[in-house]
């Protein structure tokens, strides 16, 4: 099915949208914050990251862009899960060129879409 890191720094939403994603068939690794994606993103080879925006240490934006900026992760579909739901939020996100964005509280059937639409279009390995 394609795998996923899910990088929340709030445990329960961080469990959440893993076990959804696992029941669906996905294979998932997790992150505490951005610069624990960083760190570990090389050796998950993720096809998807969903992202939370604000965390400790480096926040969503920070962490998507880095992805962008480095070749060997551009290619990454990236989904921004937030409470910033402002139409300056959204175009922030797109402007650093992530996937989807998606607000807080979200539907677990709508991310499992979202996840599953990116995993398919994912760069073939």
């Known amino acids: 099915m394609g795998r996923v890191l899910v990088v ?3 445990e329960v939403i961080r469990h959440l949208i893993a076990v959804n994603l ?3 068939g996905f294979d998932v690794s997790t992150a505490v914050d951005g610069q624990d ?3 570990r993103v090389e ?3 993720p096809d998807v990251i969903t992202l939370d925006v ?3 240490r480096m926040d969503g934006w920070m962490t998507a862009t880095r992805l962008r900026d480095t070749p060997e ?3 990454i579909k990236v989904v921004l899960i937030t409470a ?3 139409a300056d939020d959204k175009r922030r996100g797109l402007d650093i060129g992530v996937d989807a964005y998606l607000t807080k509280p979200f539907d677990p059937a709508e991310l499992i879409q979202v996840v599953r639409d990116l995993a398919e279009a994912a760069e073939p390995r």
């Open 8 to 10: 929340d720094d709030d």
């Open 22 to 24: 696992t029941l669906e």
């Open 37 to 39: 994606c960083l760190e």
């Open 43 to 45: 050796s998950v080879d």
């Open 54 to 56: 604000m965390m400790p």
């Open 73 to 75: 992760t551009s290619h």
């Open 84 to 86: 910033r739901a402002q």
